[in-house]
């Protein structure tokens, strides 16, 4: 019934091991899509091994209720907080989540990725923020919807400039208007945060502001020209 959507989600999550953002072999990571029409969202299942991972796999989540909808599979176990960002941010798409290393670093550190050059203000106009780590109440509470919660909470004012947040402890979410976007935007952010490690130790000068603005504007809004029309 959802195959659009489950292909869409299916084509994202292939990306993220082709893209080295996991380990080889690893099921870390996922990625969904959602269909805000028809209120649902396709996202993969929990442990499948990405080399066995199929279309009909995709589980297809209730958004209101997160019940499955469609799917023989347990979705990922990260699904509440895929539903919380989608339920915080109405503009997105689609959402993904590596353990990718560099960005991983920064959120095992509880530290924002600072934008120190020109590669970063092409997607992030500003730092990419690191949410609050989650008390213990929390953790046992609800853990998956509670890092959802607090990544919305911490994000709400930036989250379209900046789409991704790094969970503390834990690693990076990233999102955009689809899987597939919020997946390239996976990669930038680990790119962008191994150069950001290496600035912090050879002692690197932020990037300036008014680069900052003119390389994310350059891209981004209505003044954009970079690209075609």
Known sequence: MYQQLKEAAYLANMTIPRSGLIPVGSTWGNASQCDRQAGVMAIKPS???????TVKDMV???LATGQVVEGQLRPSSDTPTHLELYRAFPEIGGVAH??????TIFAQCRREIPPYGTTHADTFYGPVPCAPALSQEEVEAAYETNTGLV?????RETYRQVPAALAAGHGPFTWGKDAAQAVENSVILEECAAMAYHCIQLGAPLLEQYVLDKHYTRKHGPKAYYGQK
Do not use: F, K, P
Request: some cysteine.
């Open 47 to 53: 442990g499948v091994d990405y080399s066995l991972l």
């Open 60 to 62: 297809v989540v209730d």
């Open 98 to 103: 590596t353990h990718s290393r560099w960005a």
């Open 151 to 155: 990544l919305a909470t911490h994000c």
